[in-house]
């Protein structure tokens, strides 16, 4: 199985700044037969199911807004929030969806400073 | 409107069985792979398994397999996850969750069942 690490678990950002979030597999989740990053990542506020905020590693789902981004290769991936607006509080897991089991990382808890 | 629409909350005691269901609607529920996701209070999100109801293909993480069963009609659109025999450590929310038109990560996410497994 592929096991999805993110670092940190906790951080705090101060509103209008960058959050960047990290997430290592454990194995490359690169297609090559595509070419493409099979990471996806997700925001989850209390008591909502996840939203899903981005597939194949960069690729924002519809209606995602553009200061949300992701980017990384192989096993090291990113997910980045500019201007950091008070919403965007929540939890944020990333995911490879690469291979079964299509497991998810611990989860990195974003706060305001 | 895509959407998935769970069914309500449970409480069982230890050792009963269980069927929580999960319909779908605004699309052709057969063409798109459903997930069953696992919340454990306080905590992350665990991938249990996915079926594509349209021939019931089936793909458990090995974590659970054996401990649930994933089933799905498309003749109602609803896919299932059951329990024979329930645990306190089964205690947990349970979202059902649909593929994307271009790939295996979950776009459309239902709900969430809770279930209370106590004593």
């Known amino acids: 199985d592929i096991v999805m690490s993110q670092s940190p678990d906790s951080l705090a950002v101060s509103l209008g700044e960058r959050a960047t979030i990290n997430c290592k597999s454990s194995q490359s989740v690169l297609s090559s037969s595509n070419g493409k990053n099979y990471v996806a990542w997700y925001q989850q506020n209390p008591g909502q199911p996840p939203k899903l905020l981005i597939y194949w590693a960069s690729t924002r789902e519809s209606g995602v807004p553009d200061r949300f981004s992701g980017s990384g290769s192989g096993t090291d991936f990113t997910l980045t929030i500019n201007s950091l607006r008070a919403e965007d509080v929540a939890v944020y897991y990333c995911?490879?969806?690469?291979?079964?089991?299509?497991?998810f990382g611990q989860g990195t808890k974003l706060e305001i400073k | 409107e895509v959407q998935l629409v769970q069914s309500g909350a449970e409480v069982k005691k230890p050792g009963e069985s269980l069927k929580i269901s999960c319909r779908g609607s605004?699309?052709?529920?057969?063409?798109?792979?459903i997930g069953w996701v696992r919340q454990m209070p306080g905590k992350g999100l665990e991938w249990m398994g996915i079926?594509?109801?349209?021939?019931?293909?089936?793909r458990y993480n090995p974590s659970f397999e054996g401990q649930v069963t994933i089933s799905a009609d498309q003749s109602i659109s609803t896919a299932y996850m059951q329990w024979s025999g329930l645990r306190a450590s089964d205690t947990a929310i349970y979202y059902c969750?649909?593929?994307?038109?271009?790939?295996?990560?979950?776009?459309?996410w239902g709900q969430g069942t809770m279930v209370t497994v106590s004593s």
């Open positions: 995911q490879q969806h690469f291979t079964t089991p299509y497991n």
């Open positions: 605004g699309y052709t529920f057969s063409t798109y792979w």
């Open positions: 079926i594509y109801p349209g021939d019931s293909d089936t």
């Open positions: 969750a649909r593929h994307g038109p271009w790939g295996d990560a979950f776009n459309i």
